[in-house]
C-alpha cells in the first residue's frame, strides 16, 4: 500500500483527507482545500473533535432519535451559515 497521495477520509458531498506525494495532509470541504503538515493537521483534528463534543454538551436538550442535535444528524452533509 503507498503511504502517499492516498485518501485517508472521505464524505460524499462534503469532503475528503488526503495524503499528498510531498507528505502534507489535504483537508477538503467544498471548494475549500487546507494544505496541512501532519502536526498542524492532527491539533486541527484535536480542534474540531473539541468543538464537536462542546457542541453536543451545550446542546444537549435539542436530540433526534439517533441521539444527535439536528444539525450534526444533517443527511445532507453540508455546512449551513
Same mark, same amino acid.
Given at each position: 500500500?503507498? *503511504?502517499? =497521495?492516498?485518501?485517508?477520509?472521505? @464524505? @460524499? $458531498?462534503?469532503? +475528503?483527507? %488526503?495524503?499528498?506525494?510531498? $507528505?502534507?495532509?489535504?483537508? =477538503?470541504? $467544498?471548494?475549500?482545500? /487546507? @494544505?496541512?503538515?501532519?502536526?498542524?493537521?492532527?491539533? !486541527?483534528?484535536?480542534? &474540531? %473533535? #473539541? *468543538?464537536?463534543? #462542546?457542541? /453536543?454538551? %451545550? =446542546?444537549? *436538550?435539542? !436530540?433526534?432519535?439517533?441521539? /444527535? +442535535?439536528?444539525? &450534526?444528524?444533517?443527511?445532507?452533509? %453540508?455546512? !449551513?451559515?
Amino acid at each position: 500500500m503507498k *503511504s502517499t =497521495n492516498m485518501i485517508l477520509a472521505e @464524505h @460524499h $458531498g462534503l469532503g +475528503s483527507v %488526503r495524503i499528498c506525494e510531498c $507528505g502534507s495532509l489535504n483537508l =477538503n470541504i $467544498g471548494l475549500v482545500t /487546507l @494544505h496541512l503538515d501532519p502536526e498542524a493537521f492532527l491539533k !486541527t483534528a484535536a480542534l &474540531l %473533535r #473539541q *468543538s464537536a463534543e #462542546q457542541y /453536543l454538551k %451545550r =446542546n444537549e *436538550s435539542i !436530540t433526534t432519535a439517533s441521539g /444527535l +442535535s439536528p444539525a &450534526l444528524s444533517s443527511s445532507s452533509g %453540508r455546512f !449551513t451559515n
